[in-house]
């Protein structure tokens, strides 16, 4: 049939959807069937339904729940949206493509170097786990210890643009430190993510200097995790008992080392 389109739609990008409509438009199709290939990252379940979501101001477009054959459809910038450019996806799916954590591993492995990544998904399982202990929102946590330093590679130029333009106050501290805030940037510009408290931590997740209990976890497990190659036990038994204590431990743990590596005495 004419009125059936294929693609993988995953995820469905609004390039796509402009497209499909332009066609119905053009060749005078009342109703236009969407059928999902079989493969794809997330499963063909999710992707149906973010596509539904998708196609729901449209009365004509119709998402078919078996898989068949029809017109290959460009799959126009589902691999950039997948690298995290949420932006490129209509507005009704952005907010699920969030909550459910669609896409982190692709998103890291594009914006950050292989070792940067597997310390990204370290941070991101003990966050987890801490707000598993505490009983906070496990999969924000999750989220927020893949996404924290995804701006880590951004070169000192291009973040001092950012800094001087969002939090010129910023500008008197190492660019070491940057990253915490370009990365909130980036988040916002790209994904559409403005969750305030997943953003909180990770602004502060260098400094050590946030009070929530999901700034405290973040900042925990960026030191914390496993792959930084030395025992935390102590760190990790007292943070989960008292997220503050711990935070303030290891703020005063790295203070003590930093003033010894840079022979300062006090």
């Known amino acids: 049939m004419n009125n059936i389109f294929t693609a993988a739609f995953d995820p469905v990008s609004a ?9 119905a438009k053009n060749t005078g199709l009342k109703d236009v069937f969407l059928s999902v290939k079989e493969e794809g ?23 078919l729940e078996d ?18 450019h949420f932006r490129l996806a209509p507005r009704q799916i952005r907010t699920s493509l969030i909550q459910c954590n669609a896409y982190l591993d692709q998103i890291i492995d594009a914006m950050c170097k292989p ?7 370290g941070v991101a399982e003990t966050a987890r786990h801490l707000a598993q202990v505490h009983g906070l929102d496990t999969e924000k946590a999750y989220r927020m210890g893949m996404l924290h330093d995804i701006t880590k590679r951004m070169d000192d130029e ?8 969002y939090k010129p106050e910023w500008l008197t501290l190492s660019p070491k430190v940057w990253h915490s805030y370009t990365a909130v ?6 994904m559409h993510l ?16 946030g009070c929530t209990l999901m700034d405290h976890i973040l900042y925990i497990s960026d030191k914390n995790e496993p792959g930084r190659g030395y025992d935390t036990s102590r760190q ?22 930093i003033f010894e590596k840079e022979g300062i005495h006090v």
């Open 185 to 190: 940037i980036w988040l916002k510009q790209n």
């Open 194 to 209: 403005y969750d305030h408290e997943l953003l909180s931590a990770i602004e502060h997740h260098t400094l050590g200097d």
């Open 115 to 121: 070792s940067r990544a597997v310390h990204s998904r």
């Open 15 to 23: 390039a796509e959807i402009r497209n499909i409509r332009a066609i």
């Open 158 to 165: 291009e973040g001092r643009k950012i800094i001087a333009l």
């Open 236 to 257: 990790m038994k007292l943070a989960e008992e008292d997220l503050a204590a711990a935070a303030r431990m290891i703020r005063e743990e790295s203070r003590a080392y």
């Open 41 to 63: 990252i997330l499963s063909r379940s999710q992707r149906i339904s973010l596509l539904k979501q998708a196609v729901r101001p449209y009365r004509h477009i119709h998402v």
């Open 67 to 84: 898989a068949v054959q029809g017109i290959a459809i460009e799959e126009t910038d589902e691999e950039k949206i997948r690298e995290g």
